[in-house]
């Protein structure tokens, strides 16, 4: 195994129940990355099948050879996560039982210097999730109107200094000096206050933050998936998301609380025919990984971990 999936026995224990007791349950791995949670259930869960996706062909790669023992029971899409009640029609699946979602970039893909998703590593600005489409970072970098730079930057990277940042950069374009993920990084740091660059890790890391994002879409991808997923949803069927960025994490968080509310006006002593809410929290809030977890991967020091369950059609 090349890496270790994040919250793995507690996404596993979560789905159980959804999964246990049927005799052709369906999982939807969203995010098969290098298939770490697909293979773990795949193996505890003998009659399940799997739809996992990917954006990225290299993940779908791995997964396909690291999943070669299960190939008949994982069909490996190659789409963005919102096209998933299509493939679903594809396929000929009404409904599935769990869906998991195990949000943003994997290790691999921070790994591989030449995407350009790491600030610490020399690499073209690209950023591409999917490299076979879209634009990158670059173009954006060298494309995007000032306001538009200040807007990614500032709502994306929920960075105080994007207007600095996008003037720099508009410099950086006549004097041909932005070419790389290191550029970028001194660039930034030269736009922050040295007072402001005292905290808060390294200054870049806000800014790699928003390009990613905004080159991949990723809240808007997020907003349309989230309903297509709670639709696709059987009775009993449970969907875990596990978001490291904040914008995600409210996504889910605004979705899941809107349709676990019931319909009936708050003081009323019966619930009103019709109005009773179809999901119900499986996690109240949201959990964290263990301190245990954090310490021997670090990177899942940020995770929010949410999960709800349909309890009507
Ligand atoms: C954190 S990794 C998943 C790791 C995986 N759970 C494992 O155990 O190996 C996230 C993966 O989801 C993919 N991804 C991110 N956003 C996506 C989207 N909108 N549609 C499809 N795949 C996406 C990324 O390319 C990456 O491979």
């Known amino acids: 195994m090349l890496h270790t999936p994040v919250a793995l026995e507690r996404c596993i224990a979560l789905l159980a129940p959804a999964i246990s007791e049927k005799d052709s349950p369906i999982v939807i791995d969203a995010t098969l990355g290098m298939g770490g949670h697909s293979a773990a259930l795949l193996s505890q869960f003998p009659r399940l099948r799997i739809i996992g996706f990917d954006r990225d062909l290299a993940a779908i790669a791995i997964a396909r050879a690291s999943l070669a023992q299960f190939s ?6 190659h789409a963005v996560y919102d096209e998933m009640e ?6 000929s699946i009404s409904g599935v039982d769990g869906i998991l979602f195990d949000l943003g970039v994997s290790s691999m893909q921070l790994d591989q210097a030449d995407r350009g998703f790491a600030y ?6 690209d950023m591409r999730m999917d490299q076979s489409s879209g634009i990158t970072a670059f173009e954006v970098l060298m494309e ?3 306001g538009e730079l200040i807007r990614v930057i500032r709502n994306y990277g929920e960075e105080k200094f994007a207007k600095n940042i996008a003037e720099n950069i508009i410099k950086a374009r006549q004097s041909d000096s932005l070419h790389t993920t290191k550029d970028l990084a001194e660039l930034v740091k030269n ?3 040295a007072a402001a660059r005292r905290t808060g890790g390294n200054p ?3 800014t790699f933050q928003a390009l990613r994002i905004e080159v991949n879409h990723e809240l808007d991808v997020l907003e349309r998936a ?8 059987n009775v009993g069927g449970r969907i875990v998301v596990m978001a490291y960025q904040s914008l995600e994490d409210k996504i889910v968080k605004s979705f899941f609380t809107r349709v676990t509310l019931s319909g009936t006006p708050r003081g009323l002593p019966i619930e009103l025919p019709g109005s009773a809410a179809k999901f119900n929290f499986v996690i109240r809030g949201s959990e964290s990984a263990t301190e245990d977890e954090i310490e021997a991967n670090p990177r899942a020091s940020s995770m929010r971990l949410r999960a709800i369950e349909r309890v009507a059609a």
């Open 120 to 125: 610490s590593q020399e690499a073209p600005l």
């Open 86 to 91: 299509e493939v679903l029609v594809n396929e």
């Open 191 to 193: 736009s922050i206050p």
């Open 204 to 206: 870049a890391k806000r």
């Open 72 to 77: 008949d029971r994982i069909t490996i899409v």
């Open 144 to 146: 995007y109107p000032k």
């Open 226 to 233: 989230i309903p297509a997923a709670l639709s696709s949803l």
